[in-house]
């Protein structure tokens, strides 16, 4: 007679560990939004079930941290496939109905994560405008910059300014309906929508919505029937002055794939990019997830993760939060030679080549000098060496537009935008360039 298994062995005991390492390695903001709610439910040899109280809860790792689940439960020897199931409803249906005739009822879909606050937002060079036109939208949205396009790379804010409106408009507006979810939870329930022929339910929930903010929308590429359905509903929104918020890794003409109706829309309003934080402000954004995390971090510590991670604020929190869970558990103050220890798969050194040597590398290669690279001078023999300049200065010394832009004779960052977008849409079509830029790295490395 099989017996069962020991408690410690048990699919339920394996789920209760992997919670353990997943607070650990995202932290208990994460933890709260998207973890803790959901429930062993059963498993067998190849599924572990586990129940979400909501379909909301039951799509928000998978969309913010996919391969999450199936990761913790591998990396403690029990890998398994996750299947969430939904409590009282079935999974994946779409915002719950009406309440009694004439009574509005409040959509809030989409867990807006409740750190992502103005109030916990590091504001530095590469993001105030940013900061600025979000702010103007959340105090009367509908009626400034409609629709607000966030753009720029990973880890650099977009989320968090977007969750931050949606927080602020409701509370401006208790009965604000608010709905926050990614361009591919939008093409899902689409497709349930479909496949249950409710497809007039979609369009009049979807339709009236007073702040939508749809993140990551360059997914919505090659989807025609979910392009075609997102055209009506940006249509419908914005003619009753709704307020739309788009994030993206890319501004509307450089996403593939995307209709020229859509991309004409998306650029009627404002359009607003993040760039890396410079130094200051990746220690001060440290300090503050330290802070509001009841983390003793000190500012010699905080110094040298932001040193090391230049480019990327998810990265940046990512190594706090690891770094705090080891503190915690093997209770030990945090020093820099802890970091080092615990952090040094994360932060390897990294050779880096100084703004100066790229801008002598470049004035030996073009035949130009330091004098006028650095000049206001806007001859052709002296601008495009200048950009070149910028775009290697970005690309091999890390530096921030605000930086480069210093170094090279005061200039404004975007200035130093364009130069670097000259140079990558020249690299798509011009093969003597990138065969010069090569070349340019090596002088650059070998004389760093």
């Not at 790229?358 to 030996?364: G, L």
Request: glycine share 6%; hydrophobic share 40%; with cysteine.
């Amino acid at each position: 007679m099989n017996r069962p298994a020991p408690v410690e062995d048990s699919p339920e005991h394996a789920w209760q560990r992997a919670r353990e390492l997943l607070l650990a390695r995202f932290g208990p903001e994460v933890y709260r939004a998207g973890i803790e709610g959901l429930q062993f439910a059963g498993a067998d040899d190849h599924v572990l079930r586990l129940l979400a109280p909501t379909s909301t809860a039951a799509n928000w790792m998978r969309l913010h941290y996919p391969g999450s689940l199936e990761e913790a439960l591998k990396s403690i020897g029990r890998p398994r496939r996750i299947d969430i199931l939904v409590a009282g409803r079935a999974q994946g249906e779409l915002f719950p109905g009406e309440q009694a005739i004439g009574k509005r009822k409040p959509i809030r879909f989409g867990a807006l994560v409740p750190r992502y606050t103005f109030s916990t937002f590091i504001v530095g060079a590469s993001n105030q405008f940013a900061n600025a036109a979000c702010k103007a939208v959340a105090a009367q949205p509908g009626h400034h910059y409609n629709p607000l396009f966030l753009y720029g790379g990973v880890g650099l804010g977009k989320t968090h300014l977007a969750n931050a409106i949606g927080h602020a408009a409701m509370e401006g507006n208790p009965d604000a309906r608010v709905a926050y979810l990614s361009a591919e939870a939008f093409m899902t329930q689409l497709i349930t929508a479909l496949r249950r022929d409710r497809m007039d339910e979609f369009k009049s929930t979807f339709r009236k919505i007073d702040v939508l903010i749809i993140d990551d929308v360059q997914f919505l590429a090659n989807r025609e029937r979910t392009q075609e359905e997102f055209f009506h509903t940006f249509n419908a929104l914005h003619e009753a002055h709704r307020q739309i918020i788009l994030t993206s890794d890319k501004v509307p003409k450089d996403i593939p794939g995307l209709e020229e109706r859509l991309r004409n829309r998306f650029e009627w309003g404002l359009i607003a990019d993040l760039q890396p934080p410079d130094m200051e402000t990746r220690v001060a954004i440290l300090e503050k997830k330290a802070e509001i995390d009841g983390l003793d971090l000190p500012r010699e510590v905080a110094i040298h993760l932001a040193s090391k991670i230049d480019s990327n604020v998810r990265e940046l929190e990512g190594c706090l939060t690891r770094l705090s869970a080891f503190a915690s558990l093997s209770k030990t103050a945090i020093t820099v030679d802890f970091a080092r220890e615990v952090l040094h798969d994360l932060l390897k050194e990294r050779s880096t080549v100084s703004i100066e040597t790229i801008q002598r590398v470049v004035c030996e290669y073009y035949g130009v000098r330091l004098s006028d690279l650095l000049s206001q001078k806007r001859s052709r023999n002296i601008a495009f060496p200048r950009q070149v300049g910028m775009y290697l200065s970005r690309r091999l010394a890390r530096a921030s537009f605000p930086a480069i832009g210093e170094r090279f004779g005061g200039r404004d960052h975007s200035t130093v935008i364009h130069a670097n977008k000259v140079v990558e849409d020249r690299l798509k079509t011009d093969q003597r360039l990138r065969g010069s830029l090569d070349e340019l790295e090596r002088l650059a490395n070998t004389k760093a």
